[in-house]
């Protein structure tokens, strides 16, 4: 069908980038091929000689979002490079969730669109992983653990405005108000804080690692 005299020409790269600006502005539900129109100024049925459907390009969406992750495979055989190699992976996959939550949370729930994005954005850490002297058996349960925290954490980044200071004191105050004897543990941890500089997500990515170094065979493991 020709193009009507006026009308933006079309192409895939820019429908995927206009769906994606969509899904990011008002949540994956708000895409629809009408509204996808009215965003590139066409008749929506003109998207679907680009596009064959909703799921089909949705699956392109996420093909794009994840091909920007960066590849951290390499022949880095430093002691401890694995561990940095895994949290190079985990802070890149954490940017791209953070920029795109509406779309990397809810693909989760997906297994067809989370397959696509997964073989594209897990071979670094696999690849990570193997290179620990982990068995091989444990590199996927392993991979599953870490993928699992950095959904997790977030997922309560992207929840909402949040108020530490806040939620801080109304848990305090609800500490203080109990026996004491009920409550003791929370008491002398909170007395006592934080390590300095602490940091939430490195810290979670920490005990993790430390977890899994703990699994390698003593004959594989490294220095650090």
Same mark, same amino acid.
């Given at each position: 069908? &020709? ?9 895939? %790269? ?5 769906a994606?600006?969509l ?24 998207? =679907? ?6 799921? @089909?390009?949705? %699956? ?9 992750? &960066? ?6 055989? /430093?002691?401890?490079?694995? $561990?940095?190699? #895994? ?5 890149? =996959?954490? *940017?791209?969730?953070? *920029? ?13 669109? #989370?397959?696509?994005?997964?073989? $594209?954005?897990n071979?670094? +850490?696999? *690849? ?12 996927? @349960?392993? /991979? ?5 925290? #950095? ?5 309560? %980044?992207?929840?909402? &405005? =949040? ?5 801080? @004191?109304?848990?305090?105050? %609800?500490?203080? @108000?109990?026996?004491?004897e ?5 008491? $002398? ?13 490195? =810290?979670g +990515? ?13 004959? $594989?493991?490294?220095?650090?």
């Amino acid at each position: 069908m &020709p193009r009507r005299k006026g009308q933006p020409q079309l192409t895939v %790269e820019g429908i995927v980038g206009a769906a994606l600006e969509l899904i990011d502005e008002s949540g994956l539900d708000a895409l629809s091929m009408r509204r996808l129109g009215t965003k590139l100024g066409v008749d929506p049925m003109a998207v =679907y000689h680009h596009v064959p459907g909703k799921d @089909a390009l949705l %699956e392109r969406v996420v093909r794009r979002v994840f091909d920007d992750v &960066p590849a951290f495979v390499g022949d880095d055989r /430093a002691p401890g490079a694995w $561990r940095r190699r #895994v949290r190079r992976w985990a802070d890149a =996959y954490r *940017a791209v969730a953070r *920029a795109h939550p509406h779309l990397v949370l809810r693909i989760v729930a997906d297994p067809a669109v #989370v397959a696509v994005a997964a073989v $594209r954005v897990n071979e670094s +850490l696999f *690849a990570a992983l193997e290179a620990s002297g982990l068995p091989p058996a444990h590199v996927a @349960a392993a /991979a599953d653990v870490i993928v699992d925290f #950095v959904n997790g954490y977030v997922l309560a %980044e992207a929840s909402g &405005p =949040y108020d530490g200071e806040a939620a801080m @004191a109304a848990f305090l105050a %609800e500490l203080d @108000a109990q026996p004491a004897e009920a409550v003791a543990a929370q008491r $002398r941890a909170f007395a006592a804080g934080r390590p300095r500089g602490h940091d939430g997500f490195a =810290y979670g +990515l920490d005990v993790i690692l430390a977890g899994l170094a703990a699994r390698i065979p003593t004959a $594989r493991k490294d220095p650090s």
